[in-house]
T-cell receptor, first 116, second 115 residues
Framework: AQKITQTQPGMFVQEKEAVTLDCTYD???????LFWYKQPSSGEMIFLIY??????QNATEGRYSLNFQKARKSANLVISASQLGDSAMYFC?????????????FGAGTRLFVKA | SQTIHQWPATLVQPVGSPLSLECTVE??????LYWYRQAAGRGLQLLFY??????ISSEVPQNLSASRPQDRQFILSSKKLLLSDSGFYLC??????????????FGSGTRLTVV
């Protein structure tokens, strides 16, 4: 069965510094996709970044990058130059079957606090 | 552009009452549609997904049901609510984009409190 683990319930980071949010996953499917979402206090879920299991390079989207270590089954999110607006819940997610799959499962989330 | 509408934003219902949450998508055809529930301070749990009109897959047995009467409409229902049905309900859509994948687009959510 597929599983997503986020071991950090909460993280603090100083404004303008980088922070890494951990995510490990477990699947037996060779084709899968990994995602990170941001959930501000308003409750909306915002897609941040995607990494395919066959992608050779780590995904990057602006200040977000995904540190994909396939052998370790980890997909950590790195946020560079943290901003106060980055304070939110962050969820790691995985979908088996690549883009043809339909079930995305989510981790328990990490709450990030950015300090001024 | 594609948009997703979900309503109501908040709902307080007594135990045993019925429920109907509606989600509609605009600007896309044949989307994959999903209902998720988020308990307070927890991650998201997939409840139902649909790949087409009338096609519903249930992930968790419970007293909730879903229907897709139209291509871009997804409805979550219950005949009799339980206290444990309280939570934040999110509707989402996605399309199959081949090699690219932009994740899900979520609605703004419905916060349901069963009293």
């Amino acid at each position: 069965a597929q599983k997503i683990t986020q071991t950090q319930p909460g993280m603090f980071v100083q404004e303008k510094e980088a922070v890494t949010l951990d995510c490990t996953y477990d699947t037996s499917d060779p084709s899968y996709g990994l995602f990170w979402y941001k959930q501000p206090s308003s409750g909306e879920m915002i897609f941040l970044i995607y990494q395919g299991s066959y992608d050779q390079q780590n995904a990057t989207e602006g200040r977000y990058s995904l540190n994909f270590q396939k052998a370790r089954k980890s997909a950590n999110l790195v946020i560079s130059a943290s901003q106060l607006g980055d304070s939110a819940m962050y969820f790691c997610a995985m979908r088996e079957g690549g883009t043809g799959g339909f079930k995305t499962i989510f981790g328990a989330g990490t709450r990030l606090f950015v300090k001024a | 552009s594609q948009t997703i509408h979900q309503w109501p934003a908040t709902l307080v219902q007594p135990v045993g009452s019925p429920l109907s949450l509606e989600c509609t998508v605009e600007g896309t055809s044949n989307p994959n549609l999903y209902w998720y529930r988020q308990a307070a301070g927890r991650g998201l749990q997939l409840l139902f997904y649909s790949v087409g009109i009338g096609q519903i897959s249930s992930e968790v047995p419970q007293n909730l049901s879903a229907s897709r009467p139209q291509d871009r409409q997804f409805i979550l229902s219950s005949k009799k609510l339980l206290l444990s049905d309280s939570g934040f309900y999110l509707c989402a859509w996605s399309v199959d984009l081949g090699e690219a994948d932009y994740g899900y687009t979520f609605g703004s959510g419905t916060r349901l409190t069963v009293v």
